[in-house]
């Protein structure tokens, strides 16, 4: 005979359920809030902060439920099928908050957490609220209400376990997180449909039996029969949705896409989007110049690089980088063995085996689709010449020094190990400590320098004067290279550790292209000046709070202001208002003065206008500002070639090709530049350069017939 305790078995698999669907809510929080916010301390902190407090407010509200239900287990099915639309409603409340001008003029602390609560406070609350009216069942339907209670409360811990194991070890990987809110919310529909029919009258006629159970009237049966009817037909809108979200076929996909059931990427001109187990990555390929390409991590753009010319390194730090090794092994094509804790877009790494071939070149990258992505979208060949490690930077340091103590040499000696695994405001603070740079020291050769680059505001510097005592306690020698040439707001700082002396004054020389090369070599003043605002911080093991030591610049980020704005700029120049789109951009110049595609954007809806002579100003001091900046010289150039003034247009067009030789639409410029000038000759040199890089151009194969010349050169 089956005692009362026994028939609670389906009480404790829902209360595991609802556990699991909670657990894998939030961890699927902190996954689809990175796309805007990136992974921190800070965003972790909202998404527990959240969660918690939806569950507790649940929790509050589904005890009044239960109390006050005249049909518990209608009422059951009703809060299953809100949770499941709830949870389906993250996929929007997410994007809106992600986008919302509103918030991204916000401090980071509050956007964060105003962000978490716009998407995530109605799933946690409406999930919450499942766990006390179970109890209730559980209580109702047991003679032994401690067991009862006890057993529903092991139950819902379980389930919470396993959705947070089974979600974070293989559901992320395998579905994505937006799959994930999607399946989640069909099985939290099933789970409504099956209590609606525990809610039914051929149920109801079973529990009438049952002394301790409520009295059912005709009615009750009637609105239960209907309930049913309602559920089933609300579990086949989710099915329908479900089926949208991953059934193949181009129009499952477009309707999919169009109500945001499919996941893909936020950027535009994507060409390469995955979510892995660490990150969303995603490749983008420029208009008109699908060679130069941009490799995000979550939110933050990681790395550029030009896959025509892949000697031009684009961010400022890598040419740091690269000083540093011209620096140490000469200005030749020796090669180097580099260890490089990071791989981001193995832009670096490419770059040197190709500078220094037979260079002994290992990268250590936790992430697997990091390596894949760069392989498929960001021109790192899949026989690269590199010895390329998917394992945790420590965990390698470690194993190699274990290694090399079993047998001496096992892992020889480097000339440089350089770490570039800081990422925004997320920092593996284990990367960061005394005891890992020790570790890191005796890798090095002799004359072996230790490079590690971070993000942090000088005018702050917290986490700049602990990595820099750090530096200090374990090398005889510590210097450092910002990435701009005036210290003050957020930007990347290059620190460097040997056992000799190095001259970091004259590091602008030892890059292999000194013109593009704008940078500061911080001194003793700078230094003191760090220790005096921060005072003494050496980082260790057990104390390492590098979110705190950033705190400072994160309150002062005004990154959202300037988001907030460009966002405003753009909108407005796609409806065609180009005065408000003016101002807007100017109001971001006002937060950032010299941000380069705020500029850019500003100089492009002059031109929109008709101003021509404000666009003129604009692109003048972004070549100023950023001499390599081949658009800002092109759309110059072509403004100053419709004004008449051709000199000055050819000499941007031609310090463009200087840069970036791989530009058919500027060669062909030139070509009809030149033959406005009556040079022939030259002007049929340009369009066969230009065929050579384009060689499907219509234009041009009409432009060399219109003057009688052959597509290639004789």
């Known amino acids: 005979m089956k005692t009362r305790t026994q028939g609670t078995f389906w009480l404790n698999a829902t209360v595991c359920l609802s556990g699991a669907a909670l657990m894998t809510v939030e961890l699927v929080a902190s996954r689809l809030i990175a796309r805007f916010l990136g992974s921190s301390l800070y965003t972790w902190t909202g998404v527990l902060g959240v969660i918690l407090a939806g569950m507790s407010l649940g929790n509050y509200l589904g005890g009044r439920m239960a109390d006050g239900?005249?049909?518990?287990?209608?009422?059951?099915?009703?809060?299953?099928?809100?949770?499941?639309?709830?949870?389906?409603?993250?996929?929007?409340?997410?994007?809106?908050?992600?986008?919302?001008?509103?918030?991204?003029?916000?401090?980071?602390p509050a956007r964060i957490l105003l962000h978490m609560t716009w998407a995530f406070l109605l799933p946690a609350t409406v999930l919450g609220t499942i766990s006390p009216m179970i109890a209730k069942l559980a209580i109702d339907r047991s003679t032994q209400t401690g067991r009862a209670i006890g057993t529903l409360y092991a139950w819902n811990a379980v389930g919470s376990i396993a959705g947070t194991f089974v979600t974070g070890f293989y559901l992320t990987a395998w579905l994505g997180s937006v799959r994930i809110v999607v399946s989640m919310a069909l099985v939290l529909a099933a789970l409504g449909w099956l209590y609606a029919v525990a809610a039914s009258p051929r149920f109801a006629r079973r529990r009438h039996t049952?002394?301790?159970?409520?009295?059912?009237?005709?009615?009750?049966?009637?609105?239960?029969?209907?309930?049913?009817?309602?559920?089933?037909?609300?579990?086949?809108?989710?099915?329908?949705?479900?089926?949208?979200?991953?059934?193949?076929?181009?129009?499952?996909?477009?309707?999919?896409?169009?109500?945001?059931?499919?996941?893909?990427?936020?950027?535009?001109?994507?060409?390469?989007?995955a979510e892995t187990q660490y990150q969303i990555l995603t490749v983008t390929a420029e208009p008109g110049n699908p060679a130069h390409r941009s490799f995000f991590q979550d939110k933050l753009k990681h790395s550029e690089v030009d896959l025509s010319d892949l000697g031009d390194l684009k961010y400022p730090y890598m040419r740091i980088y690269d000083a540093l090794v011209n620096q140490q092994m000469g200005r030749n094509r020796e090669p180097v063995r580099l260890l490089l804790l990071g791989g981001g877009g193995y832009v670096f790494p490419n770059y040197l085996s190709q500078q220094r071939p037979g260079s002994e070149l290992v990268v250590v990258e936790i992430d697997p689709g990091v390596t894949r992505a760069a392989q498929l979208a960001f021109g790192l060949p899949q026989d690269a010449p590199l010895e390329i490690v998917h394992m945790d930077a420590r965990n390698y340091v470690a194993d190699a020094l274990r290694q090399n103590r079993a047998q001496p040499g096992a892992v020889p000696p480097f000339d440089l190990i350089v770490c570039d695994s800081v990422s925004d405001y997320s920092v593996p603070y284990q990367l960061t400590t005394l005891e890992f740079i020790e570790q890191v020291r005796q890798l090095l050769k002799p004359g072996g320098v230790y490079v590690m680059n971070l993000i942090d505001a000088f005018d702050a510097g917290g986490f700049m004067n602990a990595v820099a005592q750090t530096f200090e306690a374990v090398f005889p020698f510590r210097g450092a290279v910002s990435a701009v040439p005036e210290l003050g707001p957020r930007n990347t700082t290059v620190f460097v550790g040997a056992n000799q002396p190095m001259p970091l004054e004259d590091i602008a020389r030892w890059t292999t292209r000194p013109d593009t090369f704008a940078g500061h070599v911080l001194d003793a003043a700078d230094f003191a000046a760090l220790r005096q605002r921060n005072g003494v911080c050496v980082l260790t093991d057990d104390y390492a709070p590098v979110e705190n030591l950033l705190a400072p610049v994160v309150r002062m980020d005004r990154m959202g202001l300037l988001n907030a704005a460009v966002r405003r700029g753009i909108r407005a120049a796609e409806k065609g208002d180009l005065p408000r789109a003016v101002k807007a951009f100017e109001r971001a110049l006002e937060v950032a003065p010299n941000d380069e595609s705020t500029l850019l954007n500003l100089a492009r809806v002059h031109e929109m206008a008709d101003a021509e002579s404000a666009a003129l100003d604009v692109y003048a001091r972004l070549v100023q500002l950023y001499p390599a900046n081949v658009m800002a010289r092109n759309r110059a150039a072509m403004i100053l070639a419709r004004r008449g003034h051709l000199e000055p247009a050819l000499e941007q067009w031609s310090a463009s090709l200087d840069i970036q030789p791989a530009q058919p639409d500027v060669l062909n410029n030139l070509g009809a530049l030149a033959l406005q000038q009556g040079d022939r000759e030259r002007a049929i040199l340009y369009w066969q350069r230009a065929l050579a890089y384009a060689p499907d151009a219509d234009i041009l194969r009409k432009n060399l017939a219109a003057v009688g010349a052959p597509p290639a050169a004789e």
């Open 69 to 108: 239900a005249r049909n518990l287990r209608g009422r059951v099915a009703v809060m299953f099928f809100a949770s499941a639309a709830a949870c389906l409603a993250i996929l929007w409340l997410n994007g809106l908050a992600g986008q919302s001008p509103a918030l991204m003029g916000l401090s980071w």
């Open 210 to 273: 049952d002394p301790h159970g409520p009295t059912r009237t005709h009615t009750d049966a009637g609105d239960a029969a209907a309930g049913v009817i309602g559920a089933s037909l609300g579990l086949a809108v989710f099915a329908a949705l479900f089926a949208l979200a991953l059934a193949p076929g181009e129009t499952a996909a477009k309707a999919g896409d169009w109500l945001g059931l499919r996941d893909g990427p936020l950027e535009a001109d994507a060409i390469y989007f």
